[in-house]
Nanobody
Framework: VQLQASGGGLVQAEGSLRLSCAAS????????MGWYRQAPGKQRELVAD???????KYADSVKGRFTISRDNAKNTVYLQMNSLKPEDSAVYYC????????WGQGTQVTVSS
């Protein structure tokens, strides 16, 4: 399984970005896909994930601002990020889970105040 993440960048506070993560390779089904982030000096943390059944989970810090969605036909998961804050700045990683973890390469999100 290969994951290609894209969509990061530099944005001002209160702005928006949309991250995409396309999965390819030996894909039949997945248990969940999601986004994690890691800021300098901090541990990697869950941002949001979505199960094969469509259930979603969000970190408390992003609830109401971020939305995770998927396009099964494209094997792609999206993270729409609105009302971004400087504390959202981090490297965002895509995770594909089907009994084992597969990580994308990470995409930098920087939010300026």
């Amino acid at each position: 399984v290969q994951l290609q993440a894209s969509g990061g960048g530099l944005v001002q506070a209160e702005g928006s970005l949309r991250l995409s993560c396309a999965a390819s390779g030996n894909i039949f089904s997945f248990d969940s896909m999601g986004w994690y982030r890691q800021a300098p000096g901090k541990q990697r943390e869950l941002v949001a994930d979505i199960t094969n059944g469509g259930s979603t989970k969000y970190a408390d810090s992003v609830k109401g601002r971020f939305t995770i969605s998927r396009d099964n036909a494209k094997n792609t998961v999206y993270l729409q990020m609105n009302s971004l804050k400087p504390e959202d700045s981090a490297v965002y990683y895509c995770l594909y889970y089907n009994g084992r973890n597969y990580w994308g390469q990470g995409t930098q999100v920087t939010v300026s105040s």
